[in-house]
Nanobody, 127 residues
Framework: QVQLVESGGGLVQPGGSLRLSCAAS????????MAWFRQAPGKEREIVAA????????TYSGSVKGRFTISRDIAENMVHLQMNNLKPEDTAVYYC????????????????????WGRGTQVTVSS
């Protein structure tokens, strides 16, 4: 049984940083495309960042590029999202997702490409 469990969310002031973690069980992150999505109230779920299992290629949404970094810890079977210079518009529930190892880049951006999801962790950016 595959389980993804997110942690690390919380309340942070604008300009601050948070590090989200996703602990995976039942599936190796090294053989999966792992992604972070987010969903703000009243908005659709959107891709934040993803890392492909096969060649470790990464992709980021334009709104977070240069501020967020996705990484994998193969030994711990975890995926992290380092979020710097946070803005109020980053406020959302952040979800970890796992999909096939060899997703093409365009598929990495689509939530339907991912087979397994965590329950999410709330990130609130406010002064």
């Amino acid at each position: 049984q595959v389980q993804l469990v997110e942690s690390g969310g919380g309340l942070v002031q604008p300009g601050g940083s948070l590090r989200l973690s996703c602990a995976a069980s039942g599936r190796a992150v090294s053989r999966s495309t792992m992604a972070w999505f987010r969903q703000a109230p009243g908005k659709e779920r959107e891709i934040v960042a993803a890392v492909r299992g096969g060649d470790r290629s990464t992709t980021y949404s334009g709104s977070v590029k240069g501020r967020f970094t996705i990484s994998r810890d193969i030994a711990e079977n975890m995926v992290h999202l380092q979020m710097n210079n946070l803005k109020p518009e980053d406020t959302a529930v952040y979800y970890c997702a796992a999909g096939a190892s060899s997703l093409i880049m365009s598929s990495m951006w689509q939530s339907r490409s991912y087979d397994f999801w965590g329950r999410g962790t709330q990130v609130t950016v406010s002064s």
